[in-house]
Nanobody, 123 residues
């Protein structure tokens, strides 16, 4: 399984971005997906997760209401739509995949990671 994140860039505070993650490999619908980020000088942190079917989502508290995770199982892709961006959202954003037989969301225990895409929010 290989993950390729894209869509990062420079945006002004208050702006929006949609990150994409393309996944290669069979049975994409067997994987719960997540987005994480690592801000400069900080540990990697969980941002959002979506279940295998897409029916369940979960968000980290500080992004709730500003971020939407979605997936397209027919096209092996997961997305992170972010609005009302703040300078503190500046980070490298990573997508991750977790093989699971359950249709739930996870904030830990991911098996595969993408290379990350940089989001920079200017004030």
């Amino acid at each position: 399984v290989q993950l390729q994140a894209s869509g990062g860039g420079l945006v002004q505070a208050g702006g929006s971005l949609r990150l994409s993650c393309a996944i290669s490999g069979p049975t994409f619908s067997s994987y719960a997906m997540g987005w994480f980020r690592r801000a400069p000088g900080k540990e990697r942190e969980f941002v959002a997760a979506i279940s295998r079917s897409g029916s369940d989502t979960y968000y980290e508290r500080t992004v709730r209401g500003r971020v939407t995770i979605s997936r397209d199982n027919a096209n092996n892709a997961v997305y992170l739509h972010m609005i009302s961006l703040k300078p503190e959202d500046t980070a490298v954003y990573y997508c991750a995949a977790k093989f699971t037989v359950y249709d739930g969301t996870y904030h830990t225990g991911y098996d595969y990671w993408g290379q990350g895409t940089l989001v920079t929010v200017s004030s």
